[in-house]
């Protein structure tokens, strides 16, 4: 038996395959990731990347491949619902989420101040 995942004849279609190039090719760009055809989870990263991209042109050729492919839809709302920040192909930690503190705590906080010169007059800075 045949998983959904393993079916890759849809990549037999000339027009499906050129989108799901162009798609390859912006994601590399962009994230730095190189992704194969070969990958099991191929529909499911390309969707992952689709959301997460900054760049209207491979949202729109995502937006194509899920009119001519409507079953790559059933692998785009898998998976984690808040994507993660990427630099230079790396995920990069979430900043911690702060808590309503103390005031004895915020106080503390602002009285912590450096000093710098900046265009020759000092000026306190928080830390």
Not at 32 to 60: F, I, M, N, P, W
Request: glycine share 4%; net charge neutral.
């Amino acid at each position: 038996m045949v998983t959904p995942e393993a079916d890759r004849t849809w990549l037999m279609d000339h027009s499906l395959l050129r989108l799901v190039h162009q798609c390859r090719r912006l994601i590399q760009s962009e994230f730095g990731v190189k992704l194969h055809l070969t990958d099991d989870d191929l529909e499911h990263r390309l969707a992952q990347y689709a959301r997460q991209s900054r760049s209207r042109q491979l949202q729109q050729l995502w937006e194509r491949l899920l009119e001519a492919r409507p079953t790559l839809n059933d692998h785009s709302t898998d998976g984690d619902e808040r994507p993660h920040r990427v630099y230079r192909g790396r995920v990069m930690p979430e900043p911690e989420e702060t808590t309503a503190e103390s005031p004895a705590n915020n106080e503390a906080d602002s009285a912590r101040t450096r000093t710098i010169t900046y265009r020759g007059r000092k000026i306190e800075v928080p830390v």
